[in-house]
């Protein structure tokens, strides 16, 4: 059973701060993927990694980055937290192809006072 | 630009019948259509699948519609159940994409 773990599911920080969410699966997948779900926007990709220590930007990757060191840690990283930027933040694992399934994690709400 | 679109945002059924969640999409070149689900305070699940070598798709209550010249997929469920009350969110990808591509998603509440 695929299991997509996130470090933290509430999340307060203020504008300016650098804040760390990380995403952990178990499954040995190659792919990994960074969302934020906003009411009236679905799922926005935000950066997706197909290997470790490769990463490509989705579409909305502006006041983000993004590590994965190994391959079973994906992290996202708000350089400079800024209000607009509070969201719900979920992370997805997918095995190989882009077609296969995504996992997705229970989802990290951020709110950026 | 929204490339998959879910025009209503809520759906309100009665339990034991049919739901009827409708996505539409612009881009031709989407070959691979998901539905996934989602419940509060957790991720989405997938549910069903279709590729565009199909039109239709079954799953247990659950059955995936594709028009590709409307370019227009809908998920039935039969009959509705009140668990069946989440977040329905259809996605695509397709050839020269390298990414799923997410509707913005409906509510659905099933009603006893």
């Known amino acids: 059973d695929v299991k997509v773990t996130q470090s933290s599911r509430y999340l307060v920080k203020r504008t300016g701060e650098k804040v760390f969410l990380e995403c952990v699966q178990d499954m040995d997948h190659e792919n990994m993927f960074w969302y934020r779900q906003d009411p009236g926007l679905g799922l926005r990709l935000i950066y997706f990694s197909y290997d470790v220590k490769m990463k490509e930007k989705g579409d909305i990757p502006e006041g983000y980055s993004v590590s994965r060191e190994k391959k079973e840690r994906f992290s996202l990283i708000l350089e400079s937290a800024s209000t607009n930027q509070t969201s719900m933040y979920l992370c997805?694992?997918?095995?190989?192809?882009?077609?296969?399934?995504?996992?997705f994690g229970p989802g990290t709400r951020l709110t950026v006072l | 630009d929204q490339q998959v679109k879910q025009n209503s945002p809520s759906l309100s059924v009665q339990e034991g019948r049919i739901s009827i969640l409708n996505c539409d999409y612009t881009n031709s070149m989407f070959d691979y259509f998901l539905w996934y689900k989602k419940y509060p305070a957790e991720g989405p699940t997938f549910l069903i699948s279709i590729s565009s070598i199909k039109d239709k798709n079954e799953d247990g209550r659950f059955t995936v519609f594709l028009n590709k010249s409307a370019k227009h997929l809908s998920l039935h469920i039969v009959p509705s159940q009140p668990g069946d009350s989440a977040v329905y969110f259809c996605a695509a990808i397709g050839v020269g994409t390298d990414k799923l591509i997410f509707g913005t998603g409906t509510r659905l509440q099933v009603f006893p």
């Open positions: 997805a694992s997918s095995l190989d192809s882009f077609t296969d399934t995504q996992y």
